[in-house]
Structure formats: C-alpha cells, structure tokens
C-alpha cells in the first residue's frame, strides 16, 4: 500500500483589530489555491488559517470603540469568515487565539520554557511599538521610529519574564545556511541573518504587565504572555500539539507557511527558536511574499487607503479577483493594485482569451453539429498534434511551477494552452470548412479537438479560480463526469465522449468599459463630468452622456470573407476578425449596395459587444457601421490609414 502523501499549510494568522483588505486577501488566495492544488493531485491536506486576538493594540481599539475585547473581535472575526467564504477560501481549520484550546497550550508551553531555563524574570526597558507588537533596540529605530511601520515607538520599562535567544542563534544560522528552502525567496535568508542573527541576538520580552487582554502567565497572574510567543504557536495547538491520537504527528512539520514580508522577522528567527526550545521540527519553508501595493505606496489599514476585497468580489466576481491577485503579482515581489490593472486583466485574459475560446467553440458545435459532440475522424498532422502535445506537456509544467510557489508563472503556462487553442480555431477556419459537406469529419475532428482542450484547461484552472470550471463543466455536458474533472483524467487526450451534448451558455466573463467601471468604483454619478456647468433647461432630449458613449466597444474589424444569405436580397453574411483570434461573423444589410467579392479586405468600424442575434436563422456577433443619405445611398465606415484589426476606436 502506497503511503499517504500529507501537506500543511498555514497562512499567517490576521490581526482583528479592523476589516482585512485586499493585500489580506492576497495571502489566504495564494494559500488557498497552493491547498486546493495539492488535494487535486493526490495529497491530504491541512490548510490553517486564523486569527491573533490577544495584545495591547486590541485592548486599546476595543476601549476606544467603547467595547470589552472579546466583543470587539467577535464582530470582526466574523466579517473575516464572511471574506473568506465569499473568496472560497476551502480551509481545513481556523484558530483565534482566544479559543481554550490554543490557550492551555500556550500556557504549558510558557511553563516548559520557564521550568527548562529558557525564561528567567528581568527588568525591561527599550522601545516598543504597539501597532506592531515588536520591541527594537535603539540600533534598529529608524530616525527613532519603528523600523517596519515608521510610526512613533514608546520607552517602556516594566518587570517581564524573558528567553534566553543567544542560546539558540547559531543553531538556527546552521540551520537556515544547511536547508536553503528554509527561508524564501533566498533574498530574504540574508537578510535575516545578515540585519538580525549574526549582529548578535539580544533575548526577547515574552511577558507584559502594563495590560491584560491576553492569556496569563501560570505562575505569575500579574503578566500576559507576549503576543508573538502566543500567536506564534496557533501552528502546531491547532493540530493538537501535546494530545495523544491527535492530527500533530500526521501534518507537522509544516510543508509552506506563507507570511507578508514584514513578519518575517517572527516567523523565521522567534518562530524556529521556540520550536527548537520544544525539541519539534522546524517548518519546511517559510515563505515572506511581498506586498500588494497601491501606486502610492503600500496598503494599510491604519491609513485608510485599504481596498474592500468584498466589494470588488461582489462586482466583479470572486474568480476575477482571485485571478488577478494570482496572475499579476509575481509570488515573492511587491505588486501594485489599480482598478485599470485588474480591468485590463478581466477583459484580456478572462473575456478575451478564455472567455472567447469557450463561447466560439460551443457557438460552433450549436452551429455545425446541433450541439452533439461528433466522433473525431480526420486528423491533421500539424496543428492537432501541436495542440494535443501541448494539453498533455502542460499539467506537468503547472505543477511544477506550483510546487515552486511560483504561481503567476503556472498560470502563464496555463495560459499559453488558452491561446494556443484559440490559434487552433483562427489556423483551421472552421466557418470555411463548414461551406462544403465533404469536410464535415475535419471540421469535428476540430470541434472535438477544441471541446477536449477546454476540458484541460479547466481542470488545471479548478485550484486558482474554482467556481469558473464547474461552470465550463455544464456547458461542455459532463458535470456530472467526475471522472473527467479530476487531475489523472489530463494523462491521456480524448477522454470525453462524442455524442456529448454541449450547449453554449452565458459568457464566462463579459468585456467591461474600462472608464465606466473607474467611475462607478470611485463614486462618480455616470453623468457628473459629461453635464457639469450644463443648465437642465439646456440639455436636449436625445442626447447621451460621454459614459453611455463609452459603453459602446468600436473596433477597427478586417472583413475576411462576405457571402449571400439565400432568400434574403438585402442581407450578407460578413465574416471579420479583430485581432489575431477574434473572428465574427454578422448579418448585413448591403446586399443592395455592396457585392461579396468588393468587400474582402476591408477595414471598417465595428460594434463588438452587441448582445449576439440570430436573423433568418444566421448568428450575427456585432455590427459594421456604415452611413446612410437620401436616395438610398449607403457606405461602410472605414479608416484612412491602415490599422491593425482589433485596434479600439476611442
């Protein structure tokens, strides 16, 4: 019997002192999409997320808002749940460290260290900074403020238990220089050692009595334990540490624990020395990812600049924005957040490029095949096989990039499947083998091909955007297969059956105007700008706003192929492409005007995001714009200089 492959997670637990934000949202998607992807591919998982209620800061926070602090955190605790269910964040566990079962170990814990002469009771005096709950050395200010939040710090003097940190620090520096995944990405590891271990490591403050909101020392009820000490372990009291029969010996020691940059500190010199004090393992790798930024600077509850994740779920979907977070920001560097940024990513690689490989292929197989999967039968030996290679070489390469962390770059590869098949569409025309009955096995073989590709990439996508497949599922006609959505379904090409019924529904993510969405996201009334210093009495019936304008996607449209439409002497069948894997087709009324073979070639202005239309039964994904004069004239629009099909009129 093969053993069981186990991975643990963890996410750094949060601070409830306000609502989380986006860059929050950040770290638990990332872990959330790391943990789904390695229950997809065979291993048992435990995900820990949480939250760290004890401390100064909290106390304070609660007094202000004129609760007690249990009541204050409750309330946030839960909107933080609420998040992460709206995120579909699939964890296994969540801890607060005020529950009783993180809280009597924490206390044994503190007890060992005393009773083994880790701890000793001193006197405290240095710099403290609250909103961080870190102690510094003057050394470590800087221009006497807190080192990583740059606000004020405080000179405290109090009686406090310590441990004894020196005794540990060159095991630990042995540890980090022979485990090179320890600490990642390795610019971190240098500068944990190089700014913090081998300057010399002062013994750290692990007991307050100028407050109470915390979990008391045992043996001494005048002091709380320092909140890093009790945060810190929530790691291993979720699993149970110290039980018999509990999930400990199964999960730890952790495979990733991911943190923002800024704890790094914690979780790679305090966190490894109390592990080594309690004789445990350390974690496999700690992983110090960086900020997600707005263009400003960095986003911060305290200064009010934070970014709703909530908000931008609700609106925009909870798959788009995990899709962002995941794609945009290379895991292990700072990334900037903007409306524009995550706009442009929807409407590029989730309509454009996902969306519109979906849409035209089932289009077609409605079109062609009555929505029946056909038999694949006549394959061609260039592009089936590039796309069919390509399918199978790529969860391979997913998953690699995962089990590295770097997330961005799977998605990349992921994506490169996307694309290719959309090329598949534009290098085998379907639309023209569809003319001639003879080449109706090529044109299945094509649709089959397409629907099987989609089948891949779906699968790979379940992880990081986890509602889309299920949705993609119903659409190609086997949600109810499990079997075909499940990772060991990718080792072979051509696991879905024809006689399928496929059925196009709605657009998995329709195109967004870029400066409506700004507008509405920062509150502006659609019409403000367009009719500022205009009188109502001035405003004529009839006219429309520049934000209804902009609602309306004109692009520059290459007509590639134009036919009659039988028993309709004013409509033509016009087929264009916008761009290198766009094409459309729409229904025209300028039989009367224009005769098929004069319109190839053109460039003419086109609506693209009409609702598409059937009229005398032919599909119709658009319109060309054309004017009109007395006498029943009519003319295409066209452009005066050559431009790129796709190009957007603005």
């Not at 409509?571 to 766009?582: A, F, I």
Request: some cysteine.
């Amino acid at each position: 019997m093969a053993e069981e492959k186990t991975f643990y997670i963890t996410t750094p637990i949060y601070y409830p002192s306000n609502k989380l934000h986006v860059g929050n949202s950040y770290t638990t998607v990332a872990a959330d999409a790391i943990a789904r992807f390695k229950r997809l591919t065979g291993y048992r998982v435990w995900f820990l997320t949480g939250t760290d209620e004890h401390g100064q800061k909290i106390q304070l926070q609660a007094e202000a808002a004129g609760k007690e602090p249990r009541a204050f955190v409750d309330e946030i605790v839960a909107w933080i749940k609420e998040l992460w269910d709206e995120l579909d964040i699939d964890y296994d566990d969540f801890i607060r460290t005020t529950e009783t079962r993180h809280k009597e170990k924490v206390a044994k814990i503190f007890t060992r260290f005393y009773e083994q002469g880790d701890i000793y009771k001193d006197k405290y005096e240095g710099w403290y900074c609250t909103p961080c709950e870190a102690y510094w050395t003057e050394r470590q200010l800087v221009d006497c403020k807190c080192p990583d939040c740059e606000r004020e710090v405080e000179l405290i003097a109090e009686e406090a238990y310590f441990f004894r940190m020196s005794k540990y620090a060159q095991r630990l520096i042995d540890h980090i220089e022979a485990n090179p995944d320890f600490i990642q990405p390795p610019s971190r590891k240098n500068e944990m050692i190089n700014n913090f271990l081998k300057p010399g490591l002062e013994d750290l403050c692990v007991s307050r009595t100028s407050f109470d909101w915390g979990i008391p020392v045992p043996f001494d009820q005048d002091h709380v334990i320092y909140v890093w000490l009790d945060a810190l372990s929530n790691y291993i009291t979720a699993l149970g540490y110290g039980e018999k029969g509990s999930i400990y010996e199964t999960f730890w020691p952790a495979d990733v624990q991911l943190i923002g940059k800024d704890i790094l500190r914690f979780h790679t010199i305090y966190w490894p020395i109390f592990l080594m004090a309690l004789d445990q393992p350390l974690p496999k790798t700690v992983f110090g990812h960086g900020w997600l930024m707005l263009q400003e600077g960095k986003m911060s509850k305290s200064k009010e600049n934070a970014i709703d994740p909530r908000v931008l779920a609700d609106r925009y979907s909870s798959d788009a924005l995990r899709y962002f977070l995941l794609r945009e920001i290379p895991f292990g560097q700072d990334g900037i957040f903007s409306l524009e940024n995550f706009i442009t990513r929807i409407n590029t690689d989730l309509a454009n490029d996902l969306g519109n490989l979906v849409s035209r292929t089932l289009t077609m197989a409605e079109r062609y095949f009555d929505g029946v999967l056909p038999e694949p039968s006549a394959a061609d030996g260039n592009t089936d096989q590039e796309l069919c290679s390509l399918a199978l070489e790529t969860p391979a390469t997913v998953e690699a990039y995962t089990d590295q962390l770097k997330i961005s770059d799977a998605l990349s590869e992921l994506w490169k499947l996307v694309k290719r098949s959309n090329k598949y569409i534009d290098e085998n025309s379907p639309w023209d083998l569809a003319k001639d009955p003879d080449n109706e096995d090529r044109l299945g073989t094509i649709i089959y091909n397409l629907i099987e590709s989609i089948r891949f990439i779906a699968v790979m996508l379940q992880p990081f955007m986890p509602r889309t497949p299920e949705r993609i599922w119903v659409q190609l006609g086997i949600s109810d297969d499990h079997e075909l959505q499940q990772w060991s379904s990718l080792a072979r090409w051509g696991a879905v059956k024809p006689g399928t019924v496929v059925s196009r529904g709605d657009d998995l993510f329709p195109r967004l105007n870029m400066q409506a969405e700004i507008r509405e996201m920062q509150g502006d009334k659609p019409a403000d700008k367009d009719t500022e210093g205009v009188a109502e009495e001035d405003m004529q019936e009839g006219l429309i706003s520049l934000d209804q304008f902009q609602q309306v996607d004109l692009r520059v449209a290459e007509i590639v192929a134009v036919e009659k439409i039988p028993k309709a002497d004013k409509l033509l069948k016009v087929e264009v492409v916008l761009g290198d894997s766009d094409k459309r087709q729409v229904v025209a009324g300028i039989a009367e005007h224009y005769q098929p073979d004069e319109l190839v070639g053109k460039h003419v202005l086109f609506v693209s995001n009409l609702k598409p239309v059937k009229l005398r039964g032919v599909l119709s994904q658009g319109m060309l714009l054309a004017a009109t004069a007395e006498g029943n004239r009519l003319a295409l629009t066209t452009v005066d200089r050559d431009m790129p099909s796709g190009s957007r009129i603005s």
